[in-house]
């Protein structure tokens, strides 16, 4: 078994541009990049705000071989996504792979190098999907005709319709590029997707499977079946237009009243350390030191947990520091899932009060969602992607918008300022009541 996995690439894709770079540099200038939707008319929803991701900052036909492009026409927005997100890791992690040409020697051997990415239940695009639809109308009536849809409607759809929907095809892309021959999966635990798709990473290296491994998580709920469900959910903010989109989500504030959306998430590249080291990797951000998950017992209809203190939470947070060999006193700040939804935020509150005790109103956090939206499946990516650059700067970013903290926390807004940063704590709770933790340490 090895001990040690090293995160040495960062591959972040938000609202805020694509590559930890500008991630890193709006939020230590606690810039928020939520804006009115465009990629759907969000007129008729009573939150009409996201952190969309501006077609000036991505474009996946840029980031993909010349000879891969015409796949492209199958990428779904998540998978689009997956593909900015790895090509941003392996480019940070100096990684040479067979994206650079077929006749590049790769820099991890195909068969050590693996891929799990988190994902979400991807929605068809509309206009594809209404296209076939309106030609199954019976003939009298002009209504739609369930039978006539089952019987030859559905022969409307393009022929690989179905590829651009299957939540795994974010993985399957990602490893064709890059030639990632190793162990490979995909999870689909809403919010705590990215961080157990980690986790399931770092085990695979540790047992000896794989050298390296592209791991994290997208998504895109920027659609109206997404939008709608996160709606119906009680986990949107009610903001129509006109309202200051900079100040909408306040992550852990007795004024809390939900999240906006977010499009992306990222991938990082998590190596063993006897790789890392015989490479000469081009950086190392940290080591992830501990990794655990864990399941609420219940949650209600809208996929909050019952387990109103926070049990299971805190259950992965112990577990997570256990398996770090970590101290409590020694996590020096912690990336919540913070997002803004009071009873979620409640729940996790108490859940770093049980395990921190007095010190948790001490600990500085990060928050992210109100910069750049729930990224959902990605979120966790995101908040690792934060915390480890975090250690590597001695830097604690910005934090925006709360101004009266829940129960102590040190989460009220805050310039960017160095700090002395031995460990971090990351933590997902997804809806549906799935928990997962993650101890970043110095390397």
Same mark, same amino acid.
Request: charged fraction near 20%; charge should be negative; proline fraction near 4%.
């Given at each position: 078994?090895?001990?040690?996995?090293?995160?040495?690439?960062?591959?972040? #894709?938000?609202?805020?541009?694509?590559?930890?770079?500008?991630?890193?540099?709006?939020?230590? @200038?606690?810039?928020? /990049?939520?804006?009115?939707?465009?990629?759907?008319?969000?007129?008729?929803?009573?939150?009409?705000? /996201?952190? @969309?991701?501006?077609?000036?900052?991505?474009?996946?036909?840029?980031?993909?071989?010349?000879?891969?492009?015409?796949?492209?026409?199958?990428?779904?927005?998540? #998978?689009?996504?997956?593909?900015?997100?790895?090509?941003?890791?392996?480019?940070? /992690?100096?990684?040479?792979?067979?994206?650079?040409?077929?006749?590049?020697?790769?820099?991890?051997?195909?068969?050590?190098?693996?891929? !799990?990415?988190?994902?979400?239940?991807?929605?068809?695009?509309?206009?594809?999907?209404?296209?076939?639809?309106?030609?199954?109308?019976?003939?009298?009536?002009?209504?739609?005709?369930?039978?006539?849809?089952?019987?030859? +409607?559905?022969?409307?759809?393009?022929?690989?319709?179905?590829?651009?929907?299957?939540?795994?095809?974010? $993985?399957?892309?990602?490893?064709?590029? !890059?030639?990632?021959?190793?162990?490979?999966?995909?999870?689909?635990?809403?919010?705590?997707? /990215?961080?157990?798709?980690?986790?399931?990473?770092?085990?695979?290296?540790?047992?000896?499977?794989?050298?390296?491994?592209?791991?994290?998580?997208?998504?895109?709920?920027?659609?109206?079946?997404?939008?709608?469900?996160?709606?119906?959910?009680?986990?949107?903010?009610?903001?129509?237009? +006109?309202?200051?989109?900079?100040?909408? %989500?306040?992550?852990?504030?007795?004024?809390?009243? +939900?999240?906006?959306?977010?499009?992306?998430?990222?991938?990082?590249?998590? @190596?063993?350390?006897?790789?890392?080291?015989?490479?000469?990797?081009?950086?190392?951000?940290?080591?992830?030191?501990?990794?655990?998950?864990?399941?609420?017992?219940?949650?209600?209809?809208?996929?909050?947990?019952?387990?109103?203190?926070?049990?299971?939470?805190?259950?992965?947070?112990? &577990?997570?520091?256990?398996?770090?060999?970590?101290?409590?006193?020694?996590?020096?700040?912690?990336?919540?899932?913070?997002?803004?939804?009071?009873?979620?935020?409640?729940?996790?509150?108490? $859940?770093?009060?049980?395990?921190?005790?007095?010190?948790?109103?001490?600990?500085?956090?990060?928050?992210?969602? =109100? *910069?750049?939206? *729930?990224?959902?499946?990605?979120?966790?990516?995101?908040?690792?992607?934060?915390?480890?650059?975090?250690?590597?700067?001695?830097? &604690?970013?910005?934090?925006?918008?709360?101004?009266?903290?829940?129960?102590?926390?040190?989460?009220? $807004?805050?310039?960017? !300022?160095?700090?002395?940063?031995? =460990?971090?704590?990351?933590?997902?709770?997804?809806?549906?009541?799935? *928990?997962?933790?993650? %101890?970043?340490?110095?390397?």
């Amino acid at each position: 078994m090895r001990t040690r996995t090293l995160i040495t690439g960062l591959g972040p #894709i938000t609202a805020l541009g694509v590559g930890i770079d500008m991630l890193w540099a709006g939020l230590c @200038e606690g810039r928020s /990049a939520i804006r009115r939707i465009t990629r759907l008319d969000p007129s008729g929803f009573p939150c009409q705000y /996201a952190g @969309e991701i501006p077609d000036e900052l991505f474009d996946v036909k840029s980031v993909v071989p010349k000879s891969y492009r015409k796949a492209t026409k199958v990428m779904a927005r998540d #998978i689009e996504l997956a593909v900015g997100a790895a090509a941003a890791a392996v480019a940070d /992690a100096g990684l040479i792979t067979k994206a650079a040409g077929e006749d590049a020697t790769p820099t991890i051997p195909p068969a050590r190098f693996g891929c !799990h990415i988190g994902a979400g239940l991807i929605a068809a695009e509309e206009d594809e999907l209404t296209a076939a639809l309106v030609t199954s109308r019976a003939v009298e009536g002009g209504e739609f005709d369930l039978k006539h849809w089952g019987a030859t +409607g559905m022969q409307n759809l393009t022929p690989l319709w179905l590829l651009k929907y299957l939540p795994n095809m974010l $993985a399957c892309h990602v490893t064709i590029i !890059h030639d990632c021959e190793g162990p490979s999966n995909t999870i689909t635990c809403a919010e705590a997707s /990215a961080m157990l798709s980690i986790g399931e990473s770092q085990r695979a290296i540790q047992r000896g499977a794989a050298d390296a491994c592209l791991t994290g998580g997208a998504e895109c709920k920027l659609n109206t079946m997404g939008h709608l469900r996160q709606w119906f959910a009680r986990r949107l903010a009610p903001a129509k237009e +006109g309202v200051d989109a900079a100040t909408i %989500v306040k992550p852990f504030d007795r004024a809390a009243n +939900g999240a906006v959306l977010g499009e992306g998430g990222g991938l990082i590249v998590l @190596e063993a350390e006897d790789s890392a080291r015989a490479r000469n990797a081009a950086r190392t951000y940290c080591e992830l030191a501990g990794f655990a998950a864990s399941q609420s017992y219940s949650a209600d209809a809208t996929g909050t947990e019952i387990d109103e203190q926070g049990e299971s939470i805190s259950d992965a947070i112990q &577990m997570a520091l256990e398996a770090a060999k970590t101290r409590p006193d020694e996590i020096d700040c912690i990336a919540p899932f913070g997002s803004g939804i009071a009873a979620v935020d409640r729940i996790e509150s108490h $859940a770093i009060r049980k395990v921190f005790c007095d010190r948790a109103g001490r600990i500085p956090l990060i928050t992210t969602i =109100a *910069n750049v939206g *729930n990224t959902t499946a990605g979120s966790g990516a995101v908040s690792v992607a934060a915390a480890a650059m975090a250690l590597k700067t001695q830097t &604690m970013p910005a934090r925006i918008n709360t101004h009266h903290a829940i129960d102590g926390l040190m989460a009220n $807004a805050a310039p960017s !300022h160095s700090a002395k940063l031995r =460990a971090a704590l990351v933590i997902s709770t997804g809806m549906g009541g799935q *928990n997962a933790a993650v %101890v970043l340490r110095n390397a």
